[in-house]
């Protein structure tokens, strides 16, 4: 089943190289994560290797389909299409990957901006797409790795710390979502 759902994922990154093996980075990542923090692993593992599942998507097709399918889209996406491969992916995993457990399209939902209070699926996913093995381009990212493993939550509040800070540097604009994660792990790691 697993081998299944990998070939299929490989062919919607239109095999792109880069993305499936991020895609498997991830997968991966997630399923030690979950073994580290007592997380179903099975489920870990189908959430990472389903997070990028839209990706490919093209832009203009993501709006049309998210439109068609009746899945809200926010000012800050329509200014930032690409943050709906998250919420377009969570929808392909249900219908197109039939996932029925809810708690694994809801972490492919919130892999990109996170949100306040997420639940320990979701905070895997979130992290381990940022961490996975393959990923180079941000900074602190062997402090952050190895807090992963040790501290989730402040892991979460340095990753998102430095989305924010390269986002401002970069000019994007900001979902409410991400400052909303920002602020919710910052003050679970200030109260210790
Ligand atoms: O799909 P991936 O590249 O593997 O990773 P991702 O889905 O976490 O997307 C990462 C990008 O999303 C990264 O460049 C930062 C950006 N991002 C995160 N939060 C926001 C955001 N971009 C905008 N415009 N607004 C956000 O709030
Ligand atoms: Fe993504
Ligand atoms: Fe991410
Ligand atoms: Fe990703």
Known sequence: YIEDLRKQVKKALKEDKMRY????????TSACL??????????AYIAGLLHDCAKCVPDTVKLEECNR?????????????YLLHAKLGAYYAKEL?????????????????????????????YIADY????RNHAQNLDTIRQLAFTDLEKAIYQVTK??????????G?????????YEYYQKLVEKG
């Open 21 to 28: 093996r991020h895609t498997l980075g991830v997968a991966d």
């Open 34 to 43: 979950a073994m580290r923090y007592g997380v179903d692993m099975q489920k």
């Open 69 to 81: 399918y009746g899945i809200e889209v926010t000012e800050f996406e329509k200014n930032s299409l």
């Open 97 to 125: 990957y039939h996932i029925e457990d809810a708690s694994i399209c809801s972490a492919i939902y919130w892999h990109t901006t996170g949100h306040a209070g997420m639940t320990k699926l979701e905070e895997i996913v």
């Open 131 to 134: 961490i996975e093995p393959y």
């Open 162 to 171: 430095d989305t924010l800070a390269y986002l401002k540097k970069k000019g």
């Open 173 to 181: 604009s900001i979902d409410p979502a991400t400052i909303q994660t």
